[in-house]
C-alpha cells in the first residue's frame, strides 16, 4: 500500500524526527517499500549575501547530505530501500514539490504541540496535510 514515503526531517532537531522515521521504517518494511529523507534549506537572504562566502550554500547543501547519509544509516533500513534528498526554499512547499517528484504514496512527519502563533499563522505540518496529493502521517512528539 505505502511504497514510497517520504520523510521531512529538520536537521537542527533530529529528535524531533525520531518517530516518524520508526513510523516510516515499520510502514516501509511492511509493504516492501521505501523511504526517502527530505531536509529542506532556507534561501540565503539577498541582504546577507555579500556576508557569506560565495559557495555558501554548497557547503550547506553538503554538510546537509552528510547529516542525512548518518541519520540513514542509523535508522536501521536496508540501504537499498532508503535514500536523502536536500532541497533549498519554503519548507512547505519543497516538501509537497519533492512528495509529487518521487510519486510518494505517504509523508511521514512529526510535529510540535503547536504554539499560539501556530494557530494564526498555520504550520509546515498543517499546509503539507491540506495540499498533500498524497496520504499524510502527522506523529506527535
Known amino acids: 500500500m505505502f511504497k514510497s514515503i517520504l520523510v ?3 536537521l537542527a532537531d533530529t529528535d524531533l524526527a525520531k518517530p ?3 513510523t516510516a521504517t515499520t510502514l516501509s ?3 516492501n517499500g521505501s523511504v526517502r529523507l527530505l531536509n529542506v ?3 540565503t537572504p539577498v541582504m546577507l549575501a555579500e556576508y557569506v562566502p560565495a559557495d555558501f550554500d554548497e557547503q550547506q547543501r553538503q554538510t546537509s547530505e552528510e547529516a542525512l547519509a548518518i ?3 542509523e535508522s536501521g533500513i536496508d540501504p537499498v530501500h532508503i535514500s536523502s534528498v536536500v532541497r533549498q526554499g519554503g519548507i512547505y512547499h519543497e516538501i509537497l514539490e519533492e512528495a509529487v517528484h518521487m510519486k510518494a504514496d505517504l509523508i511521514v512527519m512529526t510535529s510540535h504541540r ?6 494564526f499563522l498555520g504550520s509546515n505540518a498543517g499546509h503539507v496535510v491540506r495540499y498533500a496529493k498524497c496520504s499524510v502521517l502527522v506523529v506527535r512528539h
Not at 114 to 119: D, E, G, I, L, S
Open 20 to 22: 516518524a522515521i520508526a
Open 71 to 73: 541519520v540513514a544509516r
Open 8 to 10: 521531512p526531517i529538520d
Open 41 to 43: 534549506l532556507p534561501m
Open 29 to 31: 518494511q511492511n509493504w
Open 114 to 119: 503547536p504554539a499560539m502563533r501556530t494557530y
